[in-house]
């Protein structure tokens, strides 16, 4: 993530900046990503998929 914090901004305006990029950290990242119910090798899961492509 990128924040642009000008040169002559005050610090009010920076806190409020850094205050904003700390709130939107708080997430959970198994709405995006799933997990490994069957309990097999990642890779190995996704060499079998691929190979299937062939």
């Not at 850094?18 to 097999?40: A, H, I, P, R, T």
Request: glycine letters at 6%.
């Amino acid at each position: 993530m990128k924040v642009e914090i000008k040169k002559n901004a005050s610090k009010k305006e920076v806190e409020k900046v850094l205050k904003k990029l700390s709130e939107k950290k708080n997430g959970n990242l198994k709405k995006y990503f799933g997990l490994n119910k069957n309990n097999v090798d990642g890779l190995a899961f996704q060499k079998k998929v691929r190979a299937e492509w062939d």
